[in-house]
Every structure is written in C-alpha cells, then in structure tokens.
C-alpha cells in the first residue's frame, strides 16, 4: 500500500512537471526544494497567490541589486512590475514564471519577453530562467510545494559565465527559496 501512495505521488508530480517541459524543456542548471504543508492544495495556492504574502527581506534587496522593483509581497498580477513575467498558472497545481538576461552582471541585463515567444526566443549570449511553483496532494491535509528553478544559456560563453556566477549565488538562492516556502507554510496552516 505505502509502495502504491508512493507511486501515485511520484506520478503526479510528473504530470505537474509539465509547464517547466513546455517552457523550458532543455536546461543547463536546475535547483529544486520542497516542503510538506498540513494543509490541502487550495488553502497552499491561496496563501502562494495572496496579495499580501510577505516576502523575506533579502529579496528585495536582491531585486534592488539587480535593477527589478521590489514586490512587497508575492502576487500574480504584480509580477510584471519587476521583469519576471507570469507563463502561466493552473490553479490548485502550478505557477510558473520567467526571466531572460545575462544574470551573471552586476544589472542582469534583463530583458522582458511576452509568454508566447518566451519558450521559442533565444538572445544570443543571454539565459533563461523558469521558476516553477508546484503543488502535489500527498493527502486530504497534506500538500507538497516544490519551487524549481530551472536555466538555459545560449551559447557556450553564457553558459561559462553563468556557471561561474551559480557557483557563487547558489547558497544565497536556495536560502531565498526555503524562506519563500517557509512562508507560505506559515499562511497555509494558519489559515
């Protein structure tokens, strides 16, 4: 039975894996982190989607350093003031959103892409970047948020550099990531 639940999870968050393989299907770095929630799929996506999910601090910050406008808090229709752009959301299971630029420079070098042509648009010496939220009901109380953080480089050189600059910002951006889920865990069960 334990073997069967395990199966079943595995499968669903394959299946929930799908608008990272539609947006972003080919990738050079991919970082994942996860937290189990005491609470169902739509008390998480609610807290993940409320106008005033506090972020931590040290995004802004970050945001700031890279020319962005820093989002007081996490909300779907704010995202377009900072340079990520929302891909696409399907309630109760996943968000995902993008960025392009060269995330390596001091400003990034950002560049605003419409959904339609992020998936198929390469800048030459430029990266992508896919940030995924995704929601797997492990049972009737209980749902797993994964964020996933996913990135291409167009050419050799991008990659190098990105690589280099990974090295460095990785600790920091999965620092990020587990606040952001810790969180949204807050809100959830507090709900």
Same mark, same amino acid.
């Given at each position: 039975m334990k073997c069967r639940k395990q199966a079943a999870i595995?499968?669903?968050t394959i299946q929930q894996n799908m608008l990272q393989e539609k947006y972003l299907p080919v990738y050079d770095v991919?970082?994942?982190?996860?937290? #189990?929630?005491?609470?169902?799929?739509?008390?998480?996506?609610?807290s993940l989607c409320k106008p005033d999910l506090q972020w931590p601090p040290i995004i802004n910050f970050v945001m700031k350093l890279r020319g962005m406008t820093p989002? $007081?808090?996490?909300?779907?229709?704010? #995202?377009? $003031?900072s340079m990520f752009i929302l891909l696409e959301a399907v309630p109760e299971k996943e968000i995902i959103v993008g960025l392009a630029g060269k995330f390596w420079t001091a400003t990034g070098h #950002?560049? $605003?892409?419409?959904?339609?042509?992020?998936?198929?648009?390469?800048?030459?010496?430029?990266?992508k970047a896919t940030w995924?939220?995704?929601?797997?009901?492990?049972?009737?109380?209980?749902t797993m948020l994964k964020t996933e953080t996913r990135v291409f480089c167009a050419t050799r050189l991008a990659k190098f550099k990105f690589r280099l600059y990974w090295f460095f910002i990785q600790p920091f951006s999965t620092m990020i990531r587990k606040e952001i889920l810790k969180s949204i865990k807050r809100q959830s069960t507090t709900r």
């Open positions: 595995i499968y669903q991919c970082k994942s982190v996860s937290i #189990l929630i005491d609470a169902n799929s739509a008390a998480v996506y609610a989002l $007081k808090s996490f909300n779907l229709q704010r #995202l377009n $003031k #950002l560049k $605003k892409l419409e959904p339609q042509e992020f998936a198929t648009t390469v800048y030459k010496g430029y990266a995924s939220f995704e929601l797997t009901n492990v049972s009737e109380k209980q």
